[in-house]
């Protein structure tokens, strides 16, 4: 009897978490409005390269060179972002070490921007690494701003789409 109404409760929580799946947020199936079919979405970071080297005007050998750099520079930089937030996660003890922790983080982001602005001007000049890091806030600004403009829209509300 036991593990009958444990399968019956198996299969009711499986329907739910379907269910549920399914219906999240008011999801459309399917690609978005102006999506062309067979067409697969450009991700976040890949829309951020692309914007960045659109600023930096630069020649299509150092755009390649740039584009190498950069990948490598936002994965050591994100995997550190990742310790640092987890560092400060409801789930880790507060006190001293979880402040010498993010003080080593930080000091890890400094070194991660210092190697790779070192390598950036083996490619390009002072002002275009420069660019590099004005046009990473510019880009982050926008889709904030995006972002917001969605959140006042509705869920429905997709990013650059305006009906």
């Known amino acids: 009897m036991a593990t009958s109404f444990g399968k019956y409760i198996f299969v009711i929580a499986a329907i739910v ?16 409005v102006n999506q062309a079919p067979g067409v697969r979405p450009k991700s976040i970071p890949q829309i951020k390269l692309e914007y960045i080297s659109k600023q930096l005007a630069l020649s ?9 750099i950069y990948r490598n520079y936002e994965r050591e930089d994100h995997a550190v972002m990742i310790l640092k937030r987890l560092n400060n996660s409801d789930a880790q003890a507060n006190g001293a070490d979880q402040v010498n922790k993010e003080l080593d983080y930080e000091a890890q982001l400094v070194a991660v921007h210092k190697k790779y602005t070192d390598q950036f001007l083996k490619i390009m000049p ?21 972002l917001k403009e969605k959140r006042a829209n509705g869920p429905d509300a997709a990013i650059g789409n305006n009906r």
Do not use: W
């Open 60 to 68: 299509p050998e150092q755009t390649l060179r740039f584009q190498v």
């Open 126 to 146: 002072p002002e275009k690494v420069s660019l590099i890091f004005k046009s990473e806030r510019t880009f982050n600004d926008i889709m904030l701003h995006e």
């Open 17 to 32: 978490c379907i269910s549920q799946a399914g219906f999240a947020q008011g999801r459309r199936m399917g690609p978005p």
